[in-house]
């Protein structure tokens, strides 16, 4: 039975979404040529609209994309090898014939994608134009650069990984922890970017909730990985807040003060379970998620559990030393012992290399010399976190502290 138009547009999509990392890399396993992959995985998604129109949409989308994607291939390696009388790719041209090995393609899609060797964003910008299937223009726009900047960078990535030899697998078992971390770290600066960008640019949430996906992937493909499930937990939890973390003029609007009514429940619900099932773990990004699952589950900022998440705190910066988590740490333990204990902690953090040009420092001094009654030096910091604010909304959030503060 066909389908209308709007019917096969929409199921094209959803196997875009779905099946693009599987087709795409198949072809890179069968072919080892990453180019000839991207031009045949384009050329079945671009064939697949009026086959579907006229025959239907296959009941399994993605095996039809895999089959045409994989004839493509054998085409253009045929022709080539009677062209140059190229045996090797003829060889190599039957091999596309042999079933697949066990194991996921995008799992192995994105280990490589993500290889150390590679340059972090040229990591970045493969994974989601090999993996996430995201074209040239919607990356350039996503990280507000030019095209031929994210061409560039896919380009080089698959030299090096041309020229380097990087195997396409999933790093063996004695190596694959190592390197699962990589992953979720290019993952990780990927929600960031479309969460807060570092450019103090308007929030992305189709790159937030792209990062999301690809680390559903992750878990689905690696669900023993306490990490993984960590990392989705947090992602969850984060951009469950975000109806609610800006006011009707784009100010910031503190997580204290958010109407938690706008928090999306049914993520909330979902991360906080996720973290639930990694809390013995211990990993960063396990601890994190416990952290936001604390914040998420609470009525409001007073009935927080402000005690254990400092504790949460001080196992994460035992794992690993961060300025950043240290200004948290200050912000929870101001929570818990009071405003004094916030101050102290600062004057021991002091104004360290990562966050001397960021508004968050002076802020959180501001606020903690407000709530000792100490006006002048909260207005003080106030201005010196005004003019760090990344965008005009922010500044005016400081201004009008300073004005209640007369």
């Given amino acids: 039975m066909t389908a209308g138009p709007a019917e096969v547009r929409a199921a094209l999509a959803a196997a875009h979404r779905a099946e693009w990392g599987v087709v795409f890399g198949t072809l890179v396993r069968l072919t080892g ?21 006229r025959d239907g949409v296959p009941d399994r989308p ?30 190599a041209a039957e091999a596309v014939r042999e079933p697949p090995p066990p194991g996921d393609e995008r799992l192995r899609l994105v280990f490589t994608c993500c290889h150390p060797a590679l340059p972090l964003e ?63 770290a290019v993952l990780y600066l990927v929600f960031t970017e479309g969460y807060a960008p570092s450019d103090g640019s308007a929030v992305r949430d189709p790159l937030a909730e792209e990062a ?57 619900t979902e991360g906080a379970a996720l973290a639930r099932t990694v809390a013995t773990s211990g990993g960063p990004y396990a601890l994190q998620a416990a952290i936001a699952a604390r914040h998420a589950l609470a009525p409001d900022a007073a009935a927080t559990d402000w005690a254990a998440i400092t504790a949460l705190y001080d196992r994460l910066l035992a794992l690993r030393a961060n ?15 009071g405003p004094q204990a916030q101050l102290d902690a600062l ?51 400081y201004a009008r502290r300073i004005a209640e503060l007369g």
């Fill in 33 to 53: 040529d990453w180019e000839l992959a991207e031009d045949c995985a384009q050329e079945a998604f671009a064939r697949a609209l009026p086959a579907w129109e």
């Fill in 62 to 91: 993605g095996a039809w994309l895999v089959t045409t994607a994989r004839n493509r291939a054998l085409d253009v390696l045929r022709r080539r090898s009677t062209e140059h009388g190229r045996l090797a790719e003829l060889a």
């Fill in 122 to 184: 040229s990591r970045v910008a493969l994974t989601l134009r090999a993996v996430g299937g995201l074209t040239t223009r919607e990356i350039a726009r996503a990280f507000l650069v030019s095209e031929e900047t994210v061409s560039q960078r896919v380009l080089r990535a698959k030299r090096k990984i041309a020229a380097a030899g990087i195997p396409y697998r999933v790093p063996p078992p004695g190596a694959r922890a190592e390197r699962l971390g990589g992953v979720l």
């Fill in 212 to 268: 999301i996906r690809l680390a559903r992937l992750v878990v689905a493909e690696a669900p023993e990985e306490p990490e993984a499930r960590g990392l989705l937990a947090l992602l969850l939890l984060q951009h469950s807040r975000r109806a609610a973390r800006f006011g009707p003029d784009g100010a910031p609007i503190t997580l204290a003060d958010q109407d938690r009514g706008r928090w999306d429940q049914a993520l909330v």
């Fill in 323 to 337: 300025p950043v988590v240290e200004l948290n740490r200050a912000v929870a333990l101001g929570m818990r012992d």
């Fill in 347 to 397: 004057d021991a953090l002091g104004t360290p290399a990562a966050l001397a040009r960021h508004h968050a420092l002076p802020a959180v001094r501001a606020d903690a010399l407000h709530r000792l009654g100490r006006t002048r030096e909260a207005a003080r910091s106030y201005r010196a976190a005004r003019d760090l604010a990344p965008d005009g909304a922010t500044a005016r959030e």
